[in-house]
C-alpha cells in the first residue's frame, strides 16, 4: 500500500525557514516524479515544486523560486522541501504527491499525503 | 503562470450529468494532452479522477469521462451521485515543464 506522510509544519515568523519532509513507502520511491502542492485554507490548489525520478531535475513555481528548495534522498525514501524567506502568503496546507511516472510529463498525481499545515505569523 | 480558469460552481440533480470545464492557453491545455482531474471532498486530500484528458486510473467510476478541444478540457460526470458532491481542480502540464492547477469547482447535488 502506498503511504506518503509528510512532517515538519508549524508556526514561522516571516523570514524564517522550516523544512518539510514527506516519508513514502509502498512504491519504488526513486523509479517516480515527486512533488509539493499547496492549498491555502478554504481555497485552491497551488502547485509548488517537483522533482524527477532520481533528482535529474527540479522545478518551482514562480511564486516560490529562489526560496523554496525541493529535494529527496531515495535511500531514506524521502522527499523534502527547504522553504527560506518564509512570507505571510506561504501560509497553506502543504501535500506532497506522487506522480504516476519518472517524469511529470504526462499522468498525473495519482497519490497524495494527509498534508502539514505551515503558517507564517509574527 | 496563471492558474486555469473553471467555473465557480456547478450543480446537478441526482442521475443528471453535469460538465465543469477548465480553460488555459496555448501553453498549457492547448499544446498538450497532460490534462488531469481531482476530486477533494472536505477536509481531505484530492484524488485523482482523469489522467492525461481522458484516462482513468483503476477504481474510479465510469461515469466520470474527460476530453479536451484546443485550450479547453472538460470533465463529465454522468448519473450524478450524492457522494460525488465535492470540489474539483483540474491540472495542465506547461511548456516551462511545470504544473499548472485550475480555480476549481464546487459540485453540488441537488
Known amino acids: 500500500e502506498v503511504q506518503l506522510l509528510e512532517s515538519g509544519g508549524g508556526v514561522v515568523q516571516p523570514g524564517g525557514s522550516l523544512r518539510l519532509s514527506c516519508g513514502a513507502s509502498?512504491?519504488?520511491?526513486?523509479?517516480?516524479?515527486m512533488s509539493w502542492v499547496r492549498q491555502t485554507p478554504g481555497k485552491g490548489l497551488e502547485w509548488v515544486s517537483d522533482?524527477?525520478?532520481?533528482?535529474?531535475?527540479?522545478y518551482h513555481a514562480d511564486s516560490v523560486e529562489g526560496r523554496f528548495t525541493i529535494s529527496r534522498d531515495d535511500s531514506k525514501n524521502t522527499l523534502y522541501l527547504q522553504m527560506n524567506s518564509l512570507r505571510a502568503e506561504d501560509t497553506a496546507v502543504y501535500y506532497c504527491?506522487?506522480?504516476?511516472?519518472?517524469?511529470?510529463?504526462?499522468?498525473?498525481?495519482?497519490?497524495w499525503g494527509q498534508g502539514t499545515l505551515v503558517t507564517v505569523s509574527s | 503562470q496563471s492558474a486555469l480558469t473553471q467555473p465557480a460552481s456547478v450543480s446537478g440533480s441526482p442521475g443528471q450529468s453535469i460538465t465543469i470545464s477548465c480553460t488555459g492557453t496555448?501553453?498549457?491545455?492547448?499544446?498538450?494532452?497532460?490534462v488531469s482531474w481531482y476530486q477533494q471532498h472536505p477536509g481531505k486530500a484530492p484524488k485523482l479522477m482523469i489522467y492525461?484528458?481522458?484516462n482513468r486510473p483503476s477504481g474510479v467510476s465510469n461515469r466520470f469521462s474527460g476530453s479536451k478541444s484546443g485550450n479547453t478540457a472538460s470533465l463529465t460526470i454522468s448519473g450524478l451521485q450524492a457522494e460525488d458532491e465535492a470540489d474539483y481542480y483540474c491540472?495542465?502540464?506547461?511548456?516551462?515543464?511545470?504544473?499548472?492547477f485550475g480555480t476549481g469547482t464546487k459540485v453540488t447535488v441537488l
Open positions: 504527491a506522487k506522480f504516476t511516472g519518472y517524469s511529470s510529463r504526462g499522468g498525473g498525481f495519482d497519490y
Open positions: 509502498g512504491f519504488t520511491f526513486s523509479n517516480y516524479a
Open positions: 522533482i524527477r525520478g532520481s533528482g535529474v531535475s527540479t
Open positions: 496555448s501553453s498549457d491545455v492547448a499544446a498538450y494532452n497532460y
Open positions: 492525461d484528458v481522458s
Open positions: 491540472s495542465s502540464y506547461t511548456y516551462r515543464s511545470t504544473q499548472v
